[in-house]
């Protein structure tokens, strides 16, 4: 049972337009979500997170929006860059155990 | 900022052998390390936690035989794949909590075994 999920494996945004990242959990108890960008071969970095106690948290050009009744959370990415081209995770957390990730979604930013 | 240094990037062995992962905090003191494994196109999923001092704590369908976790240190945690087989091949990452909710992760080690 996949507690937080990325439905889309893939996204292509045209460079200086907005990105965005969707992602859906299930349980309840998570209290805290995370952000991370991963390109192949190493490990994630950490981008953004949110407390469960917010519904936004804004770092430069990233957004992360939580709506805690839809269990739902995006990223938006405004201006996209070439550079962000890249794999995000969404993740998870929930008490002292280690994070629960989606699977990515593969952001392609078109010149 | 926190970094985890994990060594070796990448590593092939023969089928039988055994392999030894390295995680080491450089800058900070890790009580608590996460380890996670990536299938191609899959996500990272939590293998166990190994907290220095105590044994590591597996998650579900994890062998533990299989997967030995040592956290010698509150630098230092290590995982060896024993009796390597092909569909151990994969890419393990390391993970400390850091600051601020951060959890820093290590480069990664691809293992193919052949």
């Known amino acids: 049972d996949q507690q937080v999920k990325q439905n889309s494996p893939s996204l292509s945004v045209q460079e200086g337009r907005i990105s965005i990242l969707n992602c859906d959990y299930t349980n309840s108890m998570f209290d805290y979500f995370l952000w991370y960008k991963k390109y192949p071969a190493e490990g994630p970095t950490f981008l953004i997170s949110i407390s469960s106690i917010k519904d936004k948290n804004e770092d430069g050009r990233f957004t992360v929006f939580l709506n805690k009744s839809a269990k739902h959370l995006s990223l938006h990415i405004v201006p996209s860059q070439p550079g962000d081209s890249a794999v995000y995770f969404c993740?998870?957390?929930?008490?002292?155990?280690?994070?629960?990730f989606g699977k990515g979604t593969h952001l392609i930013i078109q010149p | 900022g926190a970094v985890v240094s994990q060594h070796p990037s990448w590593v092939i062995c023969k089928s039988g052998t055994s392999v030894k992962i390295e995680c080491r905090s450089l800058?900070?003191?890790?009580?608590?390390m996460f380890w996670y494994r990536q299938f191609p196109k899959q996500s990272l999923m939590l293998m166990a936690t190994s907290n220095e001092g105590s044994k590591a704590t597996y998650e579900q369908g994890v062998e533990k035989d299989k997967f030995l976790i040592n956290h010698a240190s509150l630098t230092l945690s290590t995982l060896t794949v024993t009796s390597a087989h092909p569909e151990d091949s994969s890419f393990y990452i390391c993970s400390a909590p850091g600051q601020n909710y951060g959890y820093t992760f290590g480069s990664g080690t691809r293992l193919t075994v052949v």
């Open positions: 993740a998870a957390r929930g008490g002292a155990d280690g994070l629960t």
């Open positions: 800058d900070f003191q890790a009580t608590t």
